[in-house]
């Protein structure tokens, strides 16, 4: 025996408590990207968790101050890779802003499309996972199916399947071809029945309720003080969406609901992005009727594009809550300073709040429906 | 309540702070350091103003300082509001909001790790993005590494 565990061994205080530390991740199936969790445990009752983070980051914001605003754009595809067109958006919102640029209206309305195309394609991701980390491995079949069709609306859009590096200072990088209309429409007139095989292989599963109804409660108190958004926050009962609440782009020529949930436990979060998927059917629908003619970039902007001095802070509804970059300029082409605020940093904060007396079979349950996605923490 | 309100607010509450616009940003106020917890208690706590969400808390390199700049939100008053902090280069210190706002704690680390702006009184201040024992803080805007390439200046 090596003296160190000697010394350990000697150390066991049999009346004492046997805490135990486990440790989970960075590589683990059910971390989804590269979360390392230090759980200290009583029995299977957890005591004590301290996620660390860290592990994908790239600087993407000292990356920032070192590029054009053109040139960063397709790095803001790696901030969420489940959700690139929604990463897109703040950052050339931003930009937008601050320079006093307008997007020409057909560019706005095809941005809508395509990031909530977007959040329904993030959301069956999480979908998957989730339920993947319950065990259920069916389930996984079907998101991938209908995921695929909507890379493939996207790949059509622009060539590209995960990171799309889609849209542009003032725009977007291409109009939309002839076939997208019809086979968008396609796409929603099947996932609409779609969702509903979600529901009856298995939002009414008795052993998929047991394991998510009362677990892992966030009251609205803590989601707010923690700075949780998204649907974790509105799965508290919290009525908060930027898309309504602080309109951006053409949200507010939409019809749509805001799901709310009651209790805020692994159930409600799971329901309100059921039901956040079907909202988002609704709103592209309603953008496809409406879309305008028109250019879709202000054209001649020029690649070295230069932006007044000022600060702007814009903020977006991504599909794991409030995405926004605060931008600071010196009238140079290159930011001074980004800071890009994503809504999983925040949300895997008050994670390890929610964890003390829980089974340690319910932490993942837990963190498979708070929907955290790793390059978006560490940036 | 736009800008201009919020600051007639505090310049009535607190006659003994300073209280001017930030020229860059339109939401932006400046605060004197001493004042932090004092404002930053009277911005969650008054019904007018009720700004119980903090979105962020990062920092800004300009030479001889840091602006540390804290943006918040109010969900059921729907406004907001950005305050920001100037510290000086060789004593980068600031009172945590930690306790105000518990979601500061991971914010305040970032700033630390990156910028390192030392956040007094937090509770558990640790790098959290870099790894331990790393050296610098790399969002400083005179942070060398050997690896770190700059690349030519495009046209």
Known sequence: ?379 | MNRSEIKQKLEEKFSCYKFSDDPDNPEGIIIQPDALLDVAKYLVNDIDLAFNFLNFVTAIDRGSKFEVVYMLSSIPLKHRVLLKVAVPREVPEIESVTTIWPTANWHEREAYDLFGIKFLNHPDLRRIMMPDGWEGHPLRKDYVHENMVHLPDMG
């Open chain 1, 1 to 379: 025996m090596l003296e160190l565990d000697k010394k350990s061994m000697e150390n066991i205080d049999p009346e004492g408590p046997q805490e135990i530390v486990v440790n989970i991740g960075p590589q683990h199936p059910s971390t989804h990207g590269v979360l390392r969790l230090v759980v200290t445990l009583d029995g299977e009752r957890i005591v004590k968790c301290d996620p660390v983070v860290g592990y994908l980051h790239r600087a993407l914001e000292k990356i920032a101050e070192n590029r054009t605003y053109l040139q960063f754009v397709p790095l803001t595809d790696r901030i969420d890779y489940c959700a690139s067109m929604n990463s897109n958006l703040p950052w050339v919102m931003a930009a937008e802003k601050l320079g006093g640029i307008t997007p020409p209206p057909r560019a706005e309305y095809i941005r809508v499309i395509v990031c909530e195309l977007n959040r329904v394609a993030s959301h069956l991701v999480w979908w998957a996972t989730n339920l993947l980390d319950l065990g259920a491995v069916t389930p996984f079949n079907y998101a991938f199916r209908d995921r695929e069709m909507i890379i493939d609306l996207f790949e059509m859009l622009c060539g590209a399947r995960l990171l799309y590096g889609y849209m542009r200072v003032g725009g977007v990088s291409k109009d939309l071809p002839d076939e997208f209309i019809p086979k968008t429409r396609k796409f929603i007139e099947h996932f609409r029945e779609a969702i509903k095989d979600y529901d009856r292989l298995v939002t009414g599963n008795i052993i998929f309720q047991t394991r998510t109804i009362d677990k892992g409660v966030l009251s609205p108190e803590d989601a707010v003080a923690y700075g949780v958004t998204g649907p974790n926050l509105r799965a508290s009962g919290v009525s908060w969406d930027l898309r309504r609440d602080e309109p951006y782009s053409v949200y507010p020529e939409f019809n749509f609901e805001i799901p709310l949930g009651k209790k805020g436990d692994c159930f409600d979060r799971y329901i309100v992005r059921m039901d956040e998927m079907r909202q988002s059917c609704n709103i592209v629908e309603q953008a496809l009727n409406k879309l305008p003619s028109g250019p879709v970039i202000v054209p001649e902007l020029p690649y070295r594009l230069k932006i007044p001095k000022g600060e702007v802070y814009v903020r977006t509804e991504a599909p794991r809550g409030e995405m926004g970059v605060y931008l600071v300029s010196d009238g140079d082409s290159k930011a001074y300073r980004a800071k890009i605020r994503t809504g999983s940093f925040s949300n895997l904060s008050v994670f390890p709040s929610m964890l003390p007396g829980a089974l340690l079979q319910d932490m993942i349950a837990i963190s498979g429906s708070m929907d955290f996605i790793l390059p978006e923490i560490d940036r």
